[in-house]
């Protein structure tokens, strides 16, 4: 998921560095050679199958009653990213040669691709996420619809943040799904997506991490407190999308609903007598351990595996938990209303 957020405690400034200004594209050397490489449509014996058709064609630059068939942005897009990946693996082995370690380029360290993989670990580590989140909210949907009772008059659950959960349930299924894309291939869309489905899951956690905390049940307070939030979020996505993409002030954003969700579950785990406030402890402590991973933001081992990737691998067992967590809620929550009503 948007990779600069979870930096969470560096507090801006040391690992911020801008998506478009990192030190691998910053040197003459490859620049000369993507330029080259667009142009020619080959890097040394390397051929580039996709700046092929570029090469020959100038239907660049058209107005807009000339509209570039899609087919052509679309490999006129691959032909890039094809040379960058290319240039930048040529760069690295000549650097390498020389003894220098690995720098990133455009915001990413140097992986190496599988197929039309470019970050293999994150991408297929994202998939998990996304399955884990399915598993987790199929078993909770199973739990409170067919094997705990259901109020007799209305046939709802007794269960007060069912619906909530399942929107949560949602959102976490499309940021993963998102995440997965982004780090399978990174183009402007694919980024905004990722950026976009990553912030409205988090702002949406805040707020029902406020609701479930405050024990906030009826619609109007529910209301009061999500108002502001979602509309903020919503703003905030808009200005990413149509306004600026501005890295910096997104992970001000993330970070700012990110620290105060975790600290508001720190705090309810603290006081609650829940039964299963272990579990929301683990979570919130693992949560904390595993964003370090983000914060010591390492060079792939082996050209697959970054601290992001690993950070990916973190989350999937919280994710257990977690999910584990609010299906023990939803039972507790059962047994004390279904006690209450006799
Ligand atoms: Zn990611």
């Known amino acids: 998921m948007a990779r600069r957020w979870f930096s969470i405690f560096l507090v801006l400034g040391f690992l911020v560095g801008d998506l478009d200004g990192s030190a691998g594209d910053a040197d003459q050397i490859y620049k000369t050679c993507v330029d080259q490489c667009e142009k020619t449509a080959s890097i040394g014996d390397i051929f580039i199958q996709q700046c092929i058709f570029l090469a020959n064609d100038a239907v660049v630059n058209s107005t807009w009653y000339m509209q570039e068939p899609l087919y052509l942005q679309w490999k ?53 996420n996304l399955m884990m989140h399915f598993n987790g909210w199929l078993s909770f949907f199973v739990l409170v619809n067919y094997k705990l009772p259901l109020r007799p008059q209305s046939r709802r659950t007794y269960y007060e943040y069912t619906g909530l959960w399942h929107i949560y349930g949602f959102l976490s299924m499309n940021a993963w799904l998102w995440s997965a894309i ?91 007598r829940h039964p299963n406030r272990v579990k929301l402890w683990i979570v919130v402590f693992g949560g904390a351990l595993a964003m370090l991973l983000e914060i010591y933001d390492f060079s792939p081992y082996c050209g697959y595996f970054d601290a992001h990737a690993l ?32």
């Open 182 to 272: 982004f780090h399978t291939r990174d183009f402007e869309l694919t980024e905004k997506l990722d950026y976009s489905s990553a912030v409205a899951l988090l702002g949406y956690s805040l707020i029902l991490s406020l609701l479930r905390t405050f024990d906030v049940k009826d619609e109007a307070s529910r209301v009061m407190f999500a108002a502001p939030i979602l509309a903020f979020v919503t703003t905030h996505i808009l200005y990413l999308n149509f306004y600026e993409l501005d890295y910096g002030w997104n992970m001000k954003v993330c970070i700012v609903m990110g620290v105060v969700q975790m600290f508001v579950w720190a705090i309810w785990a603290g006081v609650t």
């Open 76 to 128: 006129q897009l691959n032909c890039r990213s094809d040379c960058r990946y290319h240039c930048m693996m040529q760069r690295e082995k000549e650097r390498e040669a020389l003894g220098l370690s690995p720098v990133k380029y455009h915001g990413k360290w140097p992986f190496k691709r599988i197929y039309v993989f470019q970050e293999p670990a994150s991408a297929a580590l994202s998939a998990f």
């Open 311 to 342: 950070w990916h691998a973190a989350t999937i067992p919280l994710t257990i938990l977690w999910w584990s967590f609010i299906k023990s809620d939803a039972e507790d929550r059962t047994s004390i209303l279904i006690k209450k009503s006799k």
